[in-house]
């Protein structure tokens, strides 16, 4: 593991952290003195019922009832936070900062630019919770998205959290059956969607995918359309349709906050497993308020009237915790496009017009600029950036040096690592820490998370599972219908009873604490920060009458590459052809999205089974990546154990 040190933090940038006041409030409130990080940390996951309630104090959350309890038990997943307490995430978002100071600013690939203020922001999001008061919509109901980056994403998703109503969204880029399979799992009443967007400089109308979502969700009772593409033009909808702007003009009532149960969904988010329908996790108010202001005030160190950007699309956790920098009242910044059109300085550039502090981005763009020998460096100032964060995959120590080397000398570089399962990093930055090349900084404070042996022992210096073993608020408090929290209980705790299995391979230096993440360890596909069910690829799949068979992984090599590769097994005197790879990617890229389309397409003698019939995707996996065969697979488990010579064969010609 490399020990090389990329940077370190001035005095001056330490002595201003949040994180070091808070160390100094400790001291203050609790007599607590802490000598470095790590001892701050370990304290943080020793005590978790008190740390927690520490960050409840520190960052006076507003409660309209006092809580029985801070945590009621340890064991997982049957843990409960802060029971009793009434609160709302809208009203925090809006307590200190109602002023003419900017909250939002939007940019696009066409060029516009729009910036908000508070006061705007305040008006609007009271303008649409009028509105959807007006029309039935109350505590406990589900208003679901098909909206770009846009203002008017975060302006309805504020509006529906403040009545307690959960909000649920996916991008625009999804295909009609990938929406429908999240959306119709949770009953929406509510549809907001937008009739189109550009990308690469080309215009994507979705009228057509958006009246059929709407036509197969029968609860709906109210759709909202946000003309992007054709503006000011709603007629491709129904008749009963209206306009957002329509609603955002409307005369409202005064914005007002409905305290809601600490445990109240907020929202729901979806990971794909290897079967069934995507997972539809359930985050709350509480949860994710107290775990949003600890990540945003010591990990990211966002201060008020700083300007936050994180390159997102709403169909990924990023952009729900994106609006999080409102409640350090910084701004936040959001962008619509593709980030290299017309050109791989395009988001730099566009850093350099607003004045960024924190830019956000993924490992996969870093590493794509950094191939591409791109370098801001010498095209842009950048003098506003003092943060570069990434995630959505491993990023390699070659990329962590290009940042350093092309982008800014003078940066923190926060790679940071979690999960749409609990919407925020395990482990991300430290103001108090050196940068090194390859590592993630540090374990964020009250997340108790080590690496595994397959013994289920903690190990330093040796790859592992990553496995928490204490409960976090953010963790989800359930999956939409999921009885007895069966498929909750089945997607984290099986392996290690009582423990969260992530379902990652890391390693943790002893030496710095620093962590490296070596990419998923279970089936799950993580394209480019985006997971998605193998499940979703294999519906597809299945309508192509040529194949009988198939098998799919994605893997994380070296330098930062993905690679996911299609296996087909064809129909008995079928060959795979050019005509069939062209039908099955056209196919995945239309009905679900552009990320679903495999890099390569390979023919393959058999796909491998275990006798029990489940298809062998992990081992596989393993296979491909060079793991030793008597450590990847069981033959004596599967039903075709010859099949394994093909991927064997394969796997040496993988670089």
Not at 453 to 462: A, F, H, S, T
Not at 532 to 560: C, W
Not at 611 to 625: F, N, T
Request: glycine fraction near 6%.
């Amino acid at each position: 593991m490399s020990n090389k040190k990329l940077w370190e933090g001035s005095t001056a940038f330490k002595q201003n952290s949040h994180l070091f006041h808070y160390k100094n409030w400790l001291s203050e409130k609790y007599h607590l003195d802490f000598d470095s990080y790590d001892t701050l940390w370990q304290w943080s996951v020793d005590n978790i019922a008190v740390f927690w309630e520490s960050l409840w104090q520190y960052f006076n959350v507003t409660s309209h009832h006092d809580y029985t309890s801070v945590l009621n038990m340890t064991s997982m997943p049957n843990f409960k936070w802060f029971e009793g307490a009434k609160l709302n995430y809208a009203e925090h978002v809006f307590r200190h900062h109602l002023t003419t100071e900017t909250a939002i600013i939007f940019g696009n690939e066409q060029g516009e630019h729009t910036e908000i203020s508070w006061t705007e922001l305040q008006q609007k999001v009271a303008a649409m919770a009028t509105y959807l008061k007006s029309i039935g919509v109350k505590k406990g109901d589900c208003v679901v998205a098909f909206l770009p980056n846009v203002p008017e994403a975060t302006i309805s998703f504020l509006a529906v959290n403040s009545i307690g109503a959960i909000w649920s969204s996916t991008s625009p880029d999804f295909g009609t059956e990938s929406v429908i399979d999240r959306f119709a799992q949770i009953k929406p009443k509510v549809f907001i969607t937008v009739d189109g967007y550009y990308y690469n400089g080309k215009p994507h109308d979705k009228t057509k995918i958006a009246n059929n979502i709407a036509k197969a969700l029968p609860t709906l009772e109210q759709v909202i359309v946000f003309p992007y593409l054709n503006k000011g033009n709603i007629s491709a909808f129904s008749n009963d349709a209206i306009n957002i702007h329509t609603i955002f003009d409307t005369e409202a009532e005064e914005l007002v906050f409905e305290p809601v149960d600490f445990s109240h969904p907020i929202w729901v988010l979806y990971s794909s497993g290897t079967t069934g329908l995507p997972k539809a996790i359930v985050h709350s108010h509480g949860g994710i308020l107290l775990e949003h202001l600890k990540y945003m005030a010591f990990h990211n160190d966002v201060h008020k009237g700083e300007r936050y950007f994180w390159y997102t699309t709403t169909g990924w956790m990023m952009w729900n915790f994106l609006q999080s920098a409102l409640l350090m009242g910084a701004a936040i910044v959001l962008y619509d496009g593709s980030p290299t059109y017309p050109n791989f300085n395009k988001l730099w550039d566009f850093s350099d017009d607003i004045g960024i502090n924190h830019f956000g981005t993924s490992a996969p763009f870093l590493v794509a600029s950094m191939k591409k020998n791109i370098s801001p460096k010498n095209d842009c100032n950048l003098s506003s950036v003092r943060s570069i964060s990434s995630t959505g995959a491993p990023l390699p120590f070659e990329a962590f040096e290009y940042v350093y080397e092309s982008i800014k000398n003078d940066v923190w570089l926060c790679s940071m690592a979690g999960g749409t399962d609990v919407c925020t990093a395990f482990v991300g930055g430290a103001p108090f820490y050196a940068v090194h090349a390859g590592e993630i900084q540090c374990r964020a404070l009250g997340v108790s998370l080590y690496a595994y042996n397959d013994d289920g022992k903690p190990v330093e210096d040796e790859l592992g599972e990553m496995v928490i073993d204490k409960p976090m608020p953010s963790m989800p408090i359930y999956f939409w219908n999921d009885e007895d929290n069966q498929r909750y209980k089945a997607s984290y705790f099986e392996h290690f009873p009582g423990k969260w299995r992530h379902g990652d391979f890391i390693k943790i230096n002893s030496k710095t604490q620093g962590i490296v993440i070596y990419g998923r360890s279970d089936a799950t596909l993580n394209r480019h920060g985006i997971r998605i069910g193998t499940s979703e690829i294999y519906r597809h799949i299945n309508t192509v009458k040529a194949i009988d068979d198939s098998l799919i992984v994605n893997l994380e090599l070296d330098g930062g590459k993905h690679y996911m590769p299609l296996f087909v097994k064809m129909k008995p005197n079928t060959q795979l052809t050019e005509s069939i790879k062209t039908e099955i990617n056209e196919q995945l890229k239309k009905e679900c999205s552009p990320r679903h389309v495999p890099d390569d397409i390979i023919e393959v003698p058999d796909i491998p089974y275990t006798i029990s019939g489940k298809k062998m995707e992990a081992p596989v996996k393993k296979i491909l990546l060079k793991m030793p065969l008597e450590k990847s697979i069981n033959l004596d488990s599967m039903k075709n154990p010859e099949s394994v010579d093909f991927f064997v064969a394969f796997a040496k010609n993988i670089k």
